[in-house]
């Protein structure tokens, strides 16, 4: 959480070096620099923030002779310099003595201005060298923009000449290639232009040409390119060696920064979780009113709750504080509150808790938490807490501070708690200060017997039968498992005959119960999952059943549709065909003619098929027509194909010009067309709609097909109107599933939401991409305090259909993203 506040490396390096200190004076300045700086971000005086650049390796390079600063990290240089110079700026027209603790750093830095000054006579506000840094480079300048701007006309010149002569098309411009202005050319007239070639287009297309004329002058502007280049790096080495004398002050600023960077971050942490400074003494003492564990501060201030402060003292007269209360009551958060918040201040952080608390100094901090079995040295939960026990006992003394949760458990609970009492004695006697938590009664009783043994209660509500979270110093706790047996109207009876076995067999309910609980939730997950699915299934038999109804009154009707049109189409082309050989044998074939019909009948059969082929080569023959045979319907391009005997293919309509090619007789050219205008192919009688108008081409779609059309091709129809029928719906249960996991978000954003909702929408998100069988998926939860991030991975870990996730990749999001892969 430090490192995210820091704004540098230099400030997490500091983080890194953070340790556990037990000099008083060590730990007093840091408290009191970041307090400091706390009530410095909580003023209206703005601190500098921003270009924390940590210089020193680029400083440590420039001490040796003959070497420069890049252009890049000069402008790096200049801004955190301002910054420097800003931070130093603020302390000193601050009132002597406001910030004496920070006020310190500062003392012996000086930063010359009069190299600020010179950087920002070098670079400009975009971090680019300035033409006034030298005479030589404003005139290099000067230079290369006038033979620029007449390269510039030159090529223009030669672009306009190409397209004049149809060398390249009308819309393009000129462009660069290595660095050189070049002109488009289309690659069957690249020989045509003089010039060098520089590249091609991925198709091959079209060629990059560098014109004759600006050849030269573009090579002159490369010398000056390069002896811009040469000019720049003279600038960068005076500034160098300018430079180099200060170095060793410069890095001490730099050193500076790293540390204001570091406390700032400090003080930053310590406003979120509520951290002050505290009366501090240089004995173990622990004297806290209201103290707060800064996680679950973090966690319950996002979910818009409350946290239950904790009130505790331990001195010489109750050295070691015995917790004892129901189970979830409190008592381990208790336990690791004064060992995180103890720990945290002997390392220079600010703790949560009310100004007026006192905290002392341990040093040992010696913790057992946890189940710390081990396989690899045999050792049980017990054994591994006998261990800790062994430490504990050789290494404590008066002043360490011992943290032990449920002392004494994993083994037969009267032996157990009886070689827990002799620890807990031992301990006593070598005065150490301690907390632990236990169920064990004869613990709870040490107090009676030992001076420096006191007792504490999590309090509990018997009536609503929940926890308080409340710590009562001065008691001990009850387990409160006869009162709940009572509150749910448990036999007096059984009560009674409970009573009397107590002690010799006990019976785990809390285990039980919560073995249930989690059993309830696996169910009730499941129940979910089932409901959803469920749910998906019925909207899908939904949808099949309407679609496949759909479907079958559409094939009837496309089916009769189709033969009708191809009916009619047939009908055209067999007259067009049969005209044709009519008029070439009564004008004997002549060539003229002859071509002319050939003309004619390639002009409809684009009208018919667009990419179809429109041009015969030189001595192509229309040989004899094919003939429809009743609904075994042939294609019309095919008899069209037949007709025109070995035609070549072209994509294109074919316009007089180059390569020979014939256009075929334009009509009925359109004015004032619009996108939306409703439009037939000349000739026919199919009606479609103008939905996109380009370069004298119209983009029509004619019901379900699409067809991009010369505009002078086309007939205008005004007042027209649709015909009113449901278009045909082709998919089915198969096409929806793929279109909803076509449409599907792979990304979940979830930040900004309260943890349980977002637990919500996660969970409701995974089931959806189980049954869409999305194999990848991205949550985006954000870094923050890692809460949300951790909730969300114990979800994923409990999915039985996830097979693994992860970090994203730190420069596109890291610990703010987890990668989902599914099984």
């Keep these: 959480m430090l490192k995210e506040r820091c704004l540098s490396d230099m400030g997490r390096e500091h983080v ?93 830095i000086f930063i010359d201005k009069a190299l600020v000054k010179k950087i920002d006579a070098i670079v400009d506000e975009k971090g680019q060298i300035r033409d006034s840094a030298s005479p030589q480079l404003q005139q290099i300048r000067k230079e290369k923009t006038a033979k620029e701007r007449v390269i510039f006309t030159k090529i223009k010149q030669a672009l306009s000449l190409s397209k004049e002569k149809g060398y390249s098309e009308d819309n393009v411009e000129p462009t660069v290639r290595d660095g050189r202005l070049v002109i488009p050319v289309l690659t069957a007239y690249k020989r045509n232009v003089s010039g060098f070639i520089h590249d091609e287009s991925v198709s091959g297309r079209i060629t990059y040409i560098e014109p004759t004329d600006a050849f030269n002058l573009n090579n002159e502007i490369r010398d ?54 505290p009366d501090f003494h240089p004995t173990p003492v622990i004297d806290w009113i209201d103290a707060v564990h800064p996680l679950l501060y973090l966690l319950h201030s996002k979910q818009h709750k409350a946290v239950v402060p904790l009130t505790v003292s331990l001195n010489t007269e109750g050295r070691i504080l015995v917790i004892s209360g129901p189970n979830a009551g409190g008592k381990s958060i208790c336990l690791k509150t004064v060992g995180l918040l103890q720990y945290m201040w002997q390392c220079g952080l600010l703790t949560p808790m009310r100004e007026n608390s006192v905290i002392g100094i341990f040093y040992h901090i010696f913790i057992d938490i946890g189940d710390q079995q081990s396989l690899e040295n045999d050792l049980s939960t017990y054994s591994s807490h006998l261990l800790n026990m062994k430490f504990f006992m050789e290494k404590s003394d008066e002043k ?3 943290l032990i949760d449920e002392f004494g458990a994993g083994t037969e609970p009267n032996l157990g708690g009886s070689i827990a009492e002799a620890v807990l004695e031992e301990l006593n006697r070598k005065e150490s200060f301690g907390i632990i938590t236990t169920h064990y009664a004869n613990l709870k009783l040490l107090s009676e017997k030992c001076n420096g043994v006191i007792n504490g209660a999590m309090l509990f509500d018997a009536t609503e039968l929940k926890p308080l979270f409340k710590l009562k110093i001065g008691k001990p706790g009850s387990s409160f498992a006869f009162e709940i047996a009572k509150k749910i109207g448990f036999p007096e009876k059984i009560l009674s005959l409970a009573e009397e076995k107590i002690g ?8 039980q119960l919560q073995q249930l609980e989690i059993e309830k939730e696996k169910i009730e997950h499941g129940q979910r999952r089932l409901s959803i699915a469920d749910e998906f299934l019925n909207e899908m038999i939904e949808k099949y059943n309407k679609l496949n109804n759909q479907l079958e009154h559409s094939r009837k009707e496309i089916l ?169 719906n082709f998919s089915s249960v198969t096409s929806d599933l793929n279109e909803r996991k076509a449409q599907f978000n792979t990304t979940l954003d979830v930040r900004g939401v309260r943890a349980e909702e977002a637990l919500q929408m996660t969970e409701k998100y995974m089931d959806e991409v189980t049954l869409l069988s999305i194999k990848n998926v991205r949550i985006l939860h954000g870094k923050g305090n890692g809460i949300l991030r951790t909730l969300i991975r114990q979800m994923l870990a409990k999915n039985t259909f996830v097979e693994h996730f992860e970090d994203e990749f730190v420069e596109t999001g890291g610990t703010g993203i987890t990668l989902v892969a599914m099984k």
């Excluded at 009191?32 to 020193?56: A, G």
């Excluded at 004398?245 to 700032?264: A, K, N, Q, S």
């Design 224 to 277: 000056l390119i390069n002896a811009e280049k040469r000019e720049i790096i003279k600038i960068l080495t005076a500034f160098s060696d300018m430079l180099r004398p200060d170095i060793e002050v410069l890095v001490c600023g730099y050193d500076f920064l790293g540390i204001m960077d570091f406390i700032r971050a400090k003080a930053s942490f310590a406003i979120t979780i509520g951290g002050i400074k």
């Design 560 to 728: 009769n549709t189709a033969k009708a049109e191809a009916k009619q189409i047939l009908d055209k082309s067999n007259q067009i065909i049969e005209k044709t050989i009519r008029e070439i044998k009564e004008s004997h074939a002549d060539k003229e003619k002859t071509r002319q019909l050939r003309e004619e009948i390639v002009e409809y059969k684009y009208r018919l098929v667009p990419t179809a082929p429109l041009v015969p080569p030189e001595g192509g023959r229309i040989g004899k027509p094919h003939t429809p045979l009743n609904d075994n319907v042939q294609g019309t391009a095919g008899i069209l194909s037949s007709a025109g005997g070995g035609w070549g293919v072209d994509s294109h309509p074919p316009s007089e010009g180059a390569g020979g090619r014939l256009h075929p007789p334009l009509r009925g050219g359109l004015e004032g067309l619009q996108i939306g205008d409703f439009v037939r192919l000349q000739e026919t009688s199919t009606v479609g709609k103008v939905v996109e108008i380009k370069n004298n081409q119209a983009q029509v779609a004619f019901d379900s097909v699409s067809m991009r059309l010369e505009i002078n091709r086309l007939e205008k129809i005004k007042n027209y109107q649709p015909p009113q029928r449901h278009r045909p």
């Design 504 to 511: 010799t067999e006990q019976v785990n309910f809390d285990q």
């Design 400 to 402: 360490t501070l011992f």
């Design 16 to 108: 890194d070096e953070i340790v556990f200190q037990t000099d008083f004076q060590t730990i007093a300045d840091a408290a009191e620099q970041t307090d400091e700086f706390r009530r410095i971000l909580s003023s209206d005086h703005d601190f500098p923030s921003q270009n924390y650049v940590d210089m020193r390796p680029v400083l440590a390079r420039l001490r040796v002779e003959g070497t420069f600063i890049e252009q890049e990290q000069l402008v790096e240089l200049g801004a955190s310099l301002h910054t420097l110079i800003a931070a130093l700026r603020f302390f000193q027209e601050q009132q002597q003595g406001q910030y004496p603790a920070l006020e310190r750093f500062c003392s012996d």
